[in-house]
């Protein structure tokens, strides 16, 4: 089966810094993406790892480790329109190379 | 058009009525997807089509649920006898390619499903 951890809620100041983890237990791995979903809108697409290492796109990064199954997304100079739930989802071909399993996602409050 | 679209937004229906969702996908996009996610949770797959045909099915959870897609393009996710449990949102993706390939999937805003 597949499983993905990742924490329910964390709280941040605005102007810090925040990361956001998940694990994962699959069948096979061929690629982890982050979302990020504001409340009562679609998921949109943040990034995509598929190799060990750090993806940076601006204020946002996600990390990769495929021998822990592990994933982190890091965000930095936080602004309060990043108050909103992020997604880790894992394209594993056991689950069918075109499915996306998600998280629960973890809901960031950015506080003034 | 520019995203994908979803339609009804909201949709409040009674217990034991028929439900019809519809997805408009990304133009070109042969890929298309029906997810469902239920509040404080991640959205769960139902169905993948690639071009008319349904590829992978096995998220639909009972025979209640079919979804069609006969040009390739609009699809239409069915609900006959509509449960309680069936209240969630329904959220329609598509991609140019296949996600293991790195492609993205893009989501529409999701109709909104109240069985009551």
């Known amino acids: 089966g597949q499983n993905i951890d990742q924490p329910t809620e964390m709280t941040a100041t605005e102007g810090a810094i925040v990361q956001i983890n998940c694990t994962y237990q699959?069948?096979?791995?061929?690629?982890l993406f982050w979302y990020q979903q504001h409340a009562g809108e679609a998921p949109t697409f943040l990034s995509y790892?598929?190799?060990?290492g750090l993806e940076e796109k601006g204020r946002f990064s996600s990390f990769l480790s495929r021998s822990k199954g592990y994933s982190y997304l890091l965000l930095k100079e936080l602004q309060m329109k990043d108050s909103a739930s992020y997604l880790c989802?894992?394209?594993?071909?056991?689950?069918?190379?075109?499915?996306?399993?998600f998280g629960k996602g973890t809901k960031l409050s950015v506080i003034p | 058009g520019a995203g994908v679209s979803q339609t009804p937004s909201n949709k409040v229906t009674e217990k034991g009525k028929y439900v019809e969702l519809r997805c408009d996908p990304i133009?070109?996009?042969?890929?298309l997807y029906w997810y469902r996610q239920s509040l404080g949770q991640g959205p769960e797959f139902l169905i993948y089509?690639?071009?008319?045909?349904?590829?992978?099915d096995s998220g639909l959870p009972n025979d209640r649920f079919f979804a069609v897609r006969p040009e390739g393009s609009v699809s239409t996710l069915k609900i006959q006898r509509t449960e309680r449990g069936d209240s969630a949102v329904y959220l329609c993706?598509?991609?140019?390619?296949?996600?293991?390939?790195?492609?993205?999937?893009?989501f529409g805003e999701g109709s909104w499903l109240t069985v009551v």
């Open positions: 993706a598509s991609s140019s390619g296949q996600v293991g390939a790195g492609n993205t999937i893009y």
């Open positions: 699959t069948s096979g791995f061929n690629g």
């Open positions: 790892n598929v190799l060990d």
């Open positions: 989802a894992v394209n594993a071909p056991g689950a069918g190379s075109y499915q996306l399993t």
């Open positions: 133009s070109g996009h042969t890929a």
């Open positions: 089509f690639q071009g008319t045909g349904a590829a992978d």
